[in-house]
């Protein structure tokens, strides 16, 4: 039989092979392969037209968007049509109960994701890499993992967002970020592991992964039916355009791999390698283990779907009366001539406008009433008798200035070290710093060994404290320094009573106002008072007197001072007359001051209050400028009436041309400028924001043109909730469809 078999081999081997290549030329290989009895050629669904979908075809498709490994043709189908828009959303909201089991089992495993650690440098992880490059997908990772209900749509929106990210940010992109960020640590040893995990969030790499292969079942079925209805409608792709864009998607790739030599948009379509295009096509369709036909069938499928979305989000009509109408309400405009205070006089508190009564009594003249602001400054003379605290005087000094701290720096650290181990210096230091008691210190030696014992930040300390005694002992140094300094003028501004120092560096003004009119050259040479800043000051000049002004003297808190001297006055005279029963306790005795500082400041302000005239918008804070504003409204209603107001004060009413619209009205809304014509006054009015105004209408109009950005925003809202209104629509067709797939068995 050996012998036999031996002899006819060849023979043998040929006719075997003639057998065997017929078969599979005349049955084909999917035939051989997929026996008729398969499960895989029975009906899935009929879609819309009626036409059946066998579960082969589903399959295919889900294969096809689920992105199985190597799939070039696919550009996104549902990330880009369903994910990135709002068409997600809305297939989630309509079917998340058929989702419920598969994500909550994600659910669970994703709370209890933890990303990538380095073992040896806990700062040197997947999180903190994604907050420089990535935030978008730390912060989504968060959302996600601190969700309670997976089939909530925020959850399933952050799910998407986080899906997209990662794309953006793949995993080989996070480990070579960490491999890289690890050199900069050269204690750090690398993480062998690294380089064959993986680092994948949740350990997912596909949409099924994901969302669940019902997610990825139902956006096929959506497109099966879409297809359909889109025929129906009388929607035709040729096999030749799909062919064509097929080829079209793979030289986009090709040109996405060149990039780096050659941006895309440089070489034409015609200029690619054609060859390179149909080998990778082959390749990428025996990779999918797809025919082309099929391939074919399933891209015409998507194309169908799209064009009917796009047109149906393009047939999106608005009507351009309606939007001109509502633009041209909402860009009506005024402009109007506004009289206002500055904005430092829109008082918010109680006590800012008694400070600003208790100024005006101090640095002004009395006025012909008790209703109006006075408007004249008292001299000079006459307020520094009443309050002396408001006059400031002009000092002009030559000046040079030097900070130790540069000294500081020239004492190398060999120079400190060796300061700080003598018997004398380190007694101060032990004093100073307690840490260097424990130990033994007997020698230099043992000394600097505790000195290396402290923290960095103490020895820091240690080492600057040494270097500054070094300085010290050198005073020599510090007047060559100054006497190389270049002196230079500089003007100051003194008040009186010298409890306010405008100089850096110095805190008590009045000692050294007193070594300049002695006029000591010895010590104003190299003066200091701090023993940080020293200063050469070679000639002084005194100026003129002027007042403060209210915003210098409330900020430096001259007017708090003032305002609580007059109240503990007021509140002595109240004592002396022995009246009023809300200041004593129930044992008849008189209160502290502080514990009854309100009630004896509405007592003294109560004749004032009572002689103003309020508004119960306005209020008291507001309440002392309104006949201040009657008077400048009659003056500027007066025909014959020239803006020549030369007053330099700093309440002076400002006159500001505004325009007001309705999108953006300010303090003042459009509709109040309705009674007014072009020409005429408001009534004197008060907003919270500018205080007190009124106001001269001169123009009114409104922009009755249609702006294109803004009708193509309301185009693209408009046609993206038509396209989520036709997807439920398109859902509630497919009910039986629906029924179908939920009877399905997903195969393994």
Same mark, same amino acid.
């Given at each position: 039989?050996?012998?036999?078999?031996?002899?006819?081999?060849?023979? $043998?081997?040929?006719?075997?092979?003639?057998?065997?290549?017929?078969?599979?030329?005349?049955?084909?290989?999917?035939?051989?392969?997929?026996?008729?009895?398969?499960?895989?050629?029975?009906?899935?669904?009929?879609?819309?037209?009626?036409?059946?979908?066998?579960?082969? =075809? $589903?399959?295919?498709?889900?294969?096809?968007?689920?992105?199985?490994?190597?799939?070039?043709?696919?550009?996104?189908?549902?990330?880009?049509?369903?994910?990135?828009?709002?068409?997600?959303?809305?297939?989630?909201?309509?079917?998340?109960?058929?989702?419920?089991?598969? $994500?909550?089992?994600?659910?669970?495993?994703?709370?209890?994701?933890?990303?990538?650690?380095?073992?040896? &440098?806990?700062?040197?992880?997947?999180?903190?890499?994604?907050?420089?490059?990535?935030?978008?997908?730390?912060?989504?990772?968060?959302? &996600?993992?601190?969700?309670?209900?997976?089939?909530?749509?925020?959850?399933?929106?952050?799910?998407? /967002?986080?899906?997209?990210?990662?794309?953006?940010?793949?995993?080989?992109?996070?480990?070579?970020?960490?491999?890289?960020?690890?050199?900069?640590?050269?204690?750090?040893?690398?993480?062998?592991?690294?380089?064959?995990?993986?680092?994948?969030?949740?350990?997912?790499?596909?949409?099924?992964?994901?969302?669940?292969?019902?997610?990825?079942?139902?956006?096929?079925?959506?497109?099966?039916?879409?297809?359909?209805?889109?025929?129906?409608?009388?929607?035709?792709?040729?096999?030749?355009?799909?062919?064509?864009?097929?080829?079209?998607?793979?030289?986009?790739?090709?040109?996405?791999?060149?990039?780096?030599?050659?941006?895309?948009?440089?070489?034409?379509?015609?200029?690619?390698?054609?060859?390179?295009?149909?080998?990778?096509?082959?390749?990428?369709?025996?990779?999918?283990?797809?025919?082309?036909?099929?391939?074919?069938?399933?891209?015409?499928?998507?194309?169908?779907?799209?064009?009917?979305?796009?047109?149906? =989000?393009?047939?999106?009509?608005?009507?351009?009366?309606?939007?001109?109408?509502?633009?041209?309400?909402?860009?009506?405009?005024?402009?109007?001539?506004?009289?206002?205070?500055?904005?430092?006089?829109?008082?918010?508190?109680?006590?800012?406008?008694?400070?600003?009564?208790?100024?005006?009594?101090?640095?002004?003249?009395?006025?012909?009433?008790?209703?109006?602001?006075? =408007?004249?400054?008292?001299?000079?003379?006459?307020?520094?008798?009443?309050?002396?605290?408001?006059?400031?005087?002009?000092?002009?000094?030559?000046?040079?200035?030097?900070?130790?701290?540069?000294?500081?720096?020239?004492?190398?650290?060999?120079?400190?070290?060796?300061?700080?181990?003598?018997?004398?210096?380190?007694?101060?230091?032990?004093?100073?710093?307690?840490?260097?008691?424990?130990?033994?210190?007997?020698?230099?030696?043992?000394?600097?060994?505790?000195?290396?014992?402290?923290?960095?930040?103490?020895?820091?300390?240690?080492?600057?404290?040494?270097?500054?005694?070094?300085?010290?002992?050198?005073?020599?140094?510090?007047?060559?320094?100054?006497?190389?300094?270049?002196?230079?003028?500089?003007?100051?501004?003194?008040?009186?009573?010298?409890?306010?120092?405008?100089?850096?560096?110095?805190?008590? #003004?009045?000692?050294?106002?007193?070594?300049?009119?002695?006029?000591?050259?010895?010590?104003?040479?190299?003066?200091?008072?701090?023993?940080?800043?020293?200063?050469?000051?070679?000639?002084?000049?005194?100026?003129?007197?002027?007042?403060?002004?209210?915003?210098?003297?409330?900020?430096?808190?001259?007017?708090?001072?003032?305002?609580?001297?007059?109240?503990?006055?007021?509140?002595?005279?109240?004592?002396?007359?022995?009246?009023?029963?809300?200041?004593?306790?129930?044992?008849?005795?008189?209160? /502290?001051?502080?514990?009854?500082?309100?009630?004896?400041?509405?007592?003294?302000?109560?004749?004032?209050?009572?002689?103003?005239?309020?508004?119960?918008?306005?209020? #008291?804070?507001?309440?002392?400028?309104?006949?201040?504003?009657?008077?400048?409204?009659?003056?500027?209603?007066?025909?014959?009436?020239?803006?020549?107001?030369?007053?330099?004060?700093?309440?002076?009413?400002?006159?500001?041309?505004?325009?007001?619209?309705?999108?953006?009205?300010?303090?003042?809304?459009?509709?109040?400028?309705?009674?007014?014509? #072009?020409?005429?006054?408001?009534?004197?009015?008060?907003?919270?924001?500018?205080?007190?105004?009124?106001?001269?209408?001169?123009?009114?109009?409104?922009?009755?043109?249609?702006?294109?950005?803004?009708?193509?925003? /309301?185009?693209?809202?408009?046609?993206?909730?038509?396209?989520?209104?036709? $997807?439920?629509?398109?859902?509630?067709?497919?009910?039986?469809?629906?029924?179908?797939?939920?009877?399905?068995?997903?195969?393994?």
């Amino acid at each position: 039989m050996l012998h036999f078999f031996r002899k006819y081999q060849k023979i $043998l081997f040929l006719f075997t092979t003639v057998i065997i290549v017929t078969s599979f030329v005349f049955f084909g290989t999917f035939q051989v392969l997929i026996p008729t009895h398969s499960p895989m050629k029975e009906t899935a669904f009929a879609d819309l037209s009626g036409k059946k979908i066998s579960r082969l =075809e $589903l399959e295919q498709m889900i294969y096809f968007l689920a992105d199985g490994g190597q799939n070039l043709f696919n550009d996104g189908v549902i990330e880009e049509d369903f994910l990135k828009r709002e068409l997600g959303d809305t297939l989630f909201t309509y079917c998340k109960e058929r989702f419920s089991s598969e $994500l909550a089992l994600r659910h669970l495993r994703e709370k209890n994701y933890a990303p990538y650690v380095h073992p040896n &440098l806990p700062t040197l992880s997947a999180k903190n890499i994604w907050g420089i490059l990535a935030p978008a997908l730390k912060e989504n990772l968060a959302k &996600l993992q601190q969700a309670t209900d997976p089939l909530s749509l925020e959850v399933f929106r952050a799910r998407s /967002a986080l899906y997209l990210a990662e794309k953006e940010f793949p995993p080989n992109m996070l480990k070579q970020s960490i491999f890289y960020k690890s050199r900069d640590y050269e204690d750090c040893p690398p993480d062998l592991r690294l380089y064959r995990s993986d680092l994948s969030l949740f350990g997912y790499h596909n949409l099924t992964d994901w969302f669940g292969r019902e997610f990825v079942q139902m956006a096929a079925a959506v497109i099966f039916n879409a297809a359909a209805f889109a025929e129906k409608c009388g929607y035709r792709v040729s096999t030749d355009e799909v062919e064509a864009d097929l080829l079209f998607r793979i030289a986009k790739h090709d040109e996405m791999q060149k990039r780096g030599k050659a941006p895309w948009g440089e070489a034409s379509y015609g200029a690619l390698n054609q060859k390179n295009i149909q080998e990778q096509y082959r390749d990428t369709l025996q990779k999918m283990q797809m025919s082309e036909p099929e391939l074919v069938r399933l891209w015409q499928k998507v194309l169908l779907f799209r064009r009917l979305f796009e047109d149906v =989000e393009a047939a999106a009509w608005i009507d351009t009366h309606a939007m001109r109408e509502f633009f041209s309400y909402a860009r009506e405009y005024a402009t109007i001539e506004l009289y206002q205070l500055p904005s430092a006089f829109c008082f918010s508190t109680e006590t800012q406008w008694q400070e600003f009564a208790t100024y005006l009594d101090y640095a002004c003249l009395p006025s012909n009433s008790s209703k109006e602001i006075p =408007e004249t400054l008292a001299t000079i003379q006459e307020i520094e008798a009443k309050a002396p605290e408001l006059i400031k005087e002009k000092l002009t000094l030559m000046m040079a200035t030097f900070d130790k701290k540069e000294l500081e720096a020239r004492v190398g650290i060999k120079d400190a070290w060796d300061w700080e181990v003598e018997n004398g210096n380190w007694e101060i230091l032990k004093n100073r710093y307690p840490l260097l008691s424990d130990g033994v210190d007997g020698t230099k030696s043992e000394r600097h060994a505790l000195l290396d014992l402290l923290d960095e930040k103490t020895r820091a300390s240690v080492d600057a404290y040494a270097r500054g005694q070094i300085v010290d002992a050198h005073p020599e140094w510090i007047k060559e320094a100054l006497e190389k300094a270049e002196s230079v003028k500089r003007i100051f501004y003194l008040r009186l009573d010298h409890t306010h120092s405008p100089i850096d560096g110095i805190d008590d #003004i009045g000692a050294l106002y007193t070594l300049l009119e002695k006029n000591d050259p010895l010590h104003l040479a190299c003066y200091t008072q701090n023993k940080n800043t020293y200063f050469k000051i070679s000639f002084s000049e005194k100026g003129e007197k002027s007042l403060l002004s209210f915003l210098e003297a409330s900020k430096e808190g001259v007017l708090s001072q003032l305002l609580e001297k007059r109240l503990r006055s007021h509140y002595l005279e109240i004592r002396e007359i022995g009246g009023g029963y809300d200041f004593k306790n129930h044992e008849g005795i008189w209160k /502290a001051f502080q514990d009854v500082k309100k009630q004896v400041s509405s007592d003294f302000f109560a004749p004032l209050e009572r002689a103003l005239v309020k508004s119960p918008e306005m209020g #008291i804070r507001q309440a002392l400028f309104f006949p201040y504003f009657e008077q400048k409204k009659l003056k500027v209603q007066n025909p014959d009436y020239q803006e020549s107001d030369q007053s330099n004060l700093e309440w002076k009413i400002e006159k500001k041309i505004v325009t007001l619209t309705r999108s953006n009205p300010g303090a003042i809304p459009l509709d109040d400028l309705n009674a007014l014509k #072009i020409g005429e006054f408001s009534d004197i009015g008060f907003s919270s924001t500018i205080g007190p105004y009124f106001y001269r209408l001169i123009e009114r109009n409104k922009d009755v043109t249609l702006p294109l950005e803004n009708y193509l925003q /309301a185009k693209g809202i408009l046609g993206k909730e038509t396209k989520c209104h036709f $997807l439920t629509y398109l859902l509630k067709e497919m009910s039986g469809v629906l029924d179908a797939l939920s009877k399905e068995t997903s195969p393994n």
